[in-house]
């Protein structure tokens, strides 16, 4: 029996990126072939894998009564060697984002809220505390 392996589409989610980053990284996403989607505060309680638009994840619908303020982008459906150019793409437009995840198996199930606070803890362990 031969098995089957299912792709994502790539994906980039974006949340809270102000509107020069949107605009730039939205245009970037176009000449690249990749989806663009933007999650918004009340959101912040969806699971990764809803907000990727995978099968088997429903809406929550539950609201989040404080969304992270962080910027955040997540990245789906890309192998390596797209997402190391996508990066590079991005580095030359100017658009910077501190706070990036790949879509896993383990933190699609987490929600928006919960993997931010996650980058977040470790962005500052690297950064020795020091916010960008």
């Known amino acids: 029996m031969k098995s089957r392996i299912v792709t994502a589409k790539p994906l980039v989610l974006s949340y809270n990126l102000s509107a020069e980053k949107h605009s730039a ?16 505060p009340s959101q912040a309680n969806e699971q990764i894998g809803f ?8 809406e929550q619908n539950s609201p989040c009564e404080n969304p992270p303020a962080e910027e955040c982008l997540v990245f ?35 929600t928006l809220y919960t993997l931010i606070g996650e980058l977040s803890k470790e962005h500052k362990a690297l950064n020795g505390g020091a916010a960008n």
Do not use: H
Not at 51 to 58: A, D, Q, R, Y
């Open 25 to 40: 990284l939205e245009a970037l996403c176009s000449a690249e072939n990749v989806k663009y989607r933007i999650v918004f």
């Open 51 to 58: 907000l990727c638009g995978f099968n088997g994840f429903k």
């Open 76 to 110: 789906s459906g890309m192998d390596r060697r797209r997402l190391d150019s996508f990066i590079r793409a991005m580095k030359t437009a100017s658009v910077s984002v501190s706070l990036k995840a790949v879509c896993t198996p383990t933190n699609q199930a987490w």
